[in-house]
């Protein structure tokens, strides 16, 4: 699919932003003065919901994204999204102001942060016609993002290389995993334009010539030795440097600020991956697959 750039920084800055206010909520020790920690988690979680609008076709109309609520995943991310901010203001401003912090009231603000990010994992995990994305990996790689990426702003230095660790073996398996989806789910040329009775099915010519919606935004394809280099990039980025700081070098806070930069610049990467290899089934139709 097409890595739109208002996608990218929403679910990259999101995931940071839900991320840390996960850590803040269960009593991490911030690096930062309080309020200045809960304005850093409040202003990452709102800078990518803002970018999130900017992805929708009617931006004015960005209220119809909570109505479905029952049915919609997206619709569930907004609610839960709002739901996880309203708490942790309240909570940021008790421990801000009045100097404690209030313990169930983090913990909700906690336990809805990852539910926030479950939610938007399941917007992608649940559409059957990208079967690179329809796999438990999928949410739990964008939990892992969020924990790891909160536990670095934190910083909650303990945790971090475990979850990060973990991340890379999550990312590992997911590519692995995710490469012999599409061959896997049984959708082919022949079952994409309905002609698999006529015999063996070969593409002549394009279904048309010019552009359209579906062919801007689902027909992408990266290169496969491109691909490669920018898998390696990420997982450099987004896993090995920011262990090897952690490990290697003093708990200090350029080191800890030096790691999140790195991951955060991985995540980018990795996340544009993550669209940009989807393998919509719809590339089929047009032989891109």
């Known amino acids: 699919m097409h890595p739109a750039p208002s996608i990218i920084a929403f679910t990259t800055l999101t995931g940071l932003g839900f991320g840390l206010i996960a850590w803040l909520g269960l009593g991490a020790g911030p690096a930062l003065p309080p309020a200045l920690a809960a304005a850093l988690a409040l202003g990452l979680a709102a800078a990518g919901l803002a970018a999130s609008l900017l992805h929708l076709g009617q931006p004015r109309r960005f209220l ?80 892992l993002f969020a924990l790891a990426g909160g536990a670095l702003l934190a910083p909650a230095p303990a945790a971090a290389p475990w979850l990060l660790a973990l991340l890379g073996g999550a990312q590992a398996a997911a590519w692995l995993d995710g490469d012999r989806r599409l061959a896997a789910s049984g959708s082919t040329r022949a079952t994409a334009t309905g002609l698999g009775g006529l015999g063996r099915l070969r593409l002549l010519e394009p279904p048309h010539t010019g552009q359209s919606y579906l062919t801007r935004e689902m027909v992408y394809v990266v290169a496969r030795r491109h691909a490669r280099r920018l898998r390696a990039l990420g997982l450099l980025l987004a896993v090995l440097l920011p262990l090897a700081l952690l490990t290697l070098a003093p708990p200090t806070m350029p080191f800890l600020a030096a790691a999140a930069l790195v991951h955060a610049s991985g995540t980018l990467v990795l996340r544009w991956l993550f669209f940009a290899e989807a393998g919509h089934v719809v590339g089929l139709y047009y032989g891109r697959r």
């Open 64 to 143: 119809k994204a909570f109505s479905q609520w029952r049915t919609s995943w997206l619709s569930r991310e907004a609610v839960l999204a709002i739901a996880t901010l309203a708490a942790f203001a309240v909570y940021a401003l008790a421990w801000s102001f009045a100097g404690r912090r209030v313990g169930p009231l983090g913990l909700a603000a906690a336990a809805l942060a990852l539910a926030t990010v479950a939610a938007t994992a399941m917007i992608y995990a649940q559409m059957r016609s990208v079967p690179r994305w329809r796999s438990p990996l999928t949410p739990a790689l964008f939990l």
